[in-house]
């Protein structure tokens, strides 16, 4: 018996659509990252890039658990002495709320080519409204705990 790999032309990819009114981003974005790694699907290859679109929106309304909203930060460095910068959580959900779901997404996923290639699969919106009705996006009801 030999042992299946799909080629490109076998991937078929479908556009999902997740609303993270309330939900919590950790768990979103867990999820989230499975569907653009392709780890749903049966015909999974880790060498090869086999998820689906996703599309996020509400992300503005993301819930932070216990005191992330104050504690957690996010940092670079410019490369320049004195060039380190952060921003808390709490300050960069109100500013920018897309970035906070792009960063969980984008750290769940691979640090390569392949990576980078799933991430741009990722879109993300503040609001409920998004331009990709003509892909027909499924719902895709992200699981929480009771």
């Known amino acids: 018996m030999k042992t299946y790999s799909p080629k490109q032309t076998d991937i078929q990819r479908r556009w999902y659509l997740?609303?993270?009114?309330?939900?919590?981003?950790?768990?979103v974005a867990?999820?989230?990252?499975?569907?653009?790694?392709?780890k749903h699907k049966p015909t999974y290859t880790?060498?090869?890039?086999?998820?689906?679109?996703?599309?996020?929106v509400n992300a503005s309304k993301v819930r932070l658990t216990g005191n992330k909203r104050q504690?957690?930060?996010?940092?670079?460095h410019s490369g320049y002495p004195g060039g380190f910068r952060s921003i808390i959580a709490g300050k960069?959900?109100?500013?920018k709320p897309e970035r906070v779901i792009e960063k969980a997404v984008?750290?769940?996923?691979?640090?390569?080519?392949?990576?980078?290639?799933?991430?741009?699969?990722?879109?993300?919106?503040?609001g409920p409204t998004h331009p990709h009705q003509a892909q027909q996006p499924h719902p895709l009801e992200v699981k929480q705990p009771l």
């Open 18 to 27: 997740v609303d993270v009114d309330g939900k919590v981003l950790g768990r």
């Open 46 to 56: 880790p060498h090869m890039d086999t998820g689906d679109h996703v599309i996020i």
């Open 106 to 126: 984008k750290g769940m996923l691979p640090k390569n080519k392949l990576g980078r290639a799933m991430f741009k699969k990722l879109k993300v919106y503040s």
């Open 30 to 38: 867990s999820q989230v990252a499975m569907v653009l790694r392709g």
């Open 71 to 76: 504690d957690k930060f996010y940092a670079w």
């Open 92 to 95: 960069l959900l109100a500013q």
